[in-house]
């Protein structure tokens, strides 16, 4: 059914369907982009982990359809201390959010509202700031830099990675630490919510991956297999795959529930240098890879097969994403640009130039219309997808950007 009460239409699925499968249909029906729709029963938005039988949907049972607006909010995180909060229709600043009383601010989130900001600084220290009342939360436990952060689908709870070795879970309403998870001796670089369940992903410096209940806290296994440091993690959309990215010239791709490694993406006799970073298609059939060798790789998950090899950067290639609809792929890079790549046959589609430092993030809006980058230079920009020209600088920050998103 539609919100105003109306039936909205019928699908079949089984049992074994995933949540993904089920919203994807869902949109079909609808005749909309299945990245904006969202399935609401009880009152609980579901996320994509998961399977129809395991959330207990049952035949003829009814579910309500949402659509989410595509966000009009951008947050920025600097080596200045600071987090600033854009309006992505002007360009002007919002929030300026000053976080950082011990050096830089490596990371920072916003909410899908637009009306939580959490950040995390080189001093270790986490704040949760509520931007309508101009409310600020420190959250202290951290003893070095929190290299990653994120917020929980129901905005309850920050999940927390530190070079103190530890990741951390935080509930949002009073800042207590839920959960002190400890990792890698030599630091923690990744940690990630699974989307299936109550579970936490871990990367370390040395190369390990742990998985951990995220409500007892216990380890639930380690995946062997890495030698050198891990750069990010990811979940498959239906949580039933984990994705690790690594300084040993790999990444891997893991079977959750038996720990098992499924397959290594390299490309035989090709060597990479580290792979700065990893992610899933949002269909979860295609995995990217951005490379040291001035690359990024899209490989088939179903065998670990190379499907493209994006070569045009003259530089290291640091982050790379996906498109909502999984049609185009996004690569940042210290050569100062960054490029649209059709995935079906790895064109070339656009280069997005203009910033004067290294690209250290890019990634797309909700609705898969735009993009923002954050660079050494200092800027974040914004870009029109259909076009690749920039439609807004960002200016502001005095020193460089570690990272920009959009509401999430």
């Not at 899908?112 to 409310?135: E, F, K, N």
Request: aromatic fraction near 6%; charged fraction near 20%.
């Amino acid at each position: 059914m539609a919100l105003s009460g109306a039936s909205f239409g019928k699908v079949q699925v089984t049992g074994s369907d995933s949540l993904v499968s089920l919203r994807c249909r869902l949109a079909e029906a609808g005749g909309f982009p299945s990245h904006l729709v969202r399935i609401v029963q009880d009152s609980t938005v579901l996320g994509d982990g998961g399977t129809v039988e395991s959330l207990g949907l049952k035949d003829g049972c009814t579910v309500l359809v949402m659509l989410v607006a595509p966000s009009s909010e951008v947050i920025t995180a600097s080596q200045d201390g600071s987090a600033r909060v854009w309006d992505t229709t002007d360009g002007s600043c919002c929030f300026s959010l000053s976080a950082g009383n011990g050096g830089g601010v490596h990371c920072a989130v916003l909410s899908r509202d637009g009306a939580l900001a959490v950040t995390a600084s080189a001093d270790g220290m986490i704040r949760i700031w509520r931007l309508g009342d101009d409310s600020c939360l420190t959250l202290e436990g951290h003893g070095c830099a929190v290299s990653s952060l994120q917020l929980s689908a129901d905005l309850s709870q920050v999940l927390s990675a530190s070079d103190d070795s530890t990741v951390r879970l935080w509930r949002v309403e009073d800042g207590a630490c839920l959960l002190t998870l400890q990792g890698d001796a030599h630091g923690m670089r990744s940690a990630i919510f699974c989307p299936a369940g109550n579970q936490v992903l871990g990367g370390g410096a040395d190369g390990s991956l742990t998985l951990w209940c995220s409500k007892t806290g216990s380890c639930l296994r380690k995946f062997e297999g890495h030698r050198f440091a891990i750069h990010t993690v990811a979940f498959s959309p239906d949580g039933l795959k984990a994705l690790s990215a690594s300084d040993d010239r790999s990444a891997k791709i893991w079977h959750v529930e038996s720990g098992s490694c499924l397959q290594v993406l390299t490309d035989p006799g090709d060597a990479c240098g580290p792979v700065f970073s990893a992610v899933f298609s949002p269909d979860g059939f295609l995995v990217m890879t951005a490379c040291f060798d001035r690359s990024a790789r899209i490989f088939r998950v179903e065998d670990g097969a190379s499907v493209h090899v994006l070569r045009g950067h003259s530089d290291a290639v640091i982050a790379v994403a996906f498109s909502p609809s999984g049609s185009l792929a996004l690569t940042a890079s210290d050569d100062r640009s960054c490029r649209l790549w059709a995935v079906a046959d790895g064109a070339l589609v656009h280069i997005l130039q203009g910033h004067r430092g290294g690209v250290n993030s890019a990634v797309f809006s909700l609705d898969g219309e735009r993009v923002v980058t954050a660079s050494d230079d200092g800027e974040a920009r914004l870009w029109s997808v259909g076009s690749g020209e920039c439609f807004h600088v960002l200016k502001g920050h005095r020193k460089r950007l570690h990272c920009a998103d959009f509401c999430r």
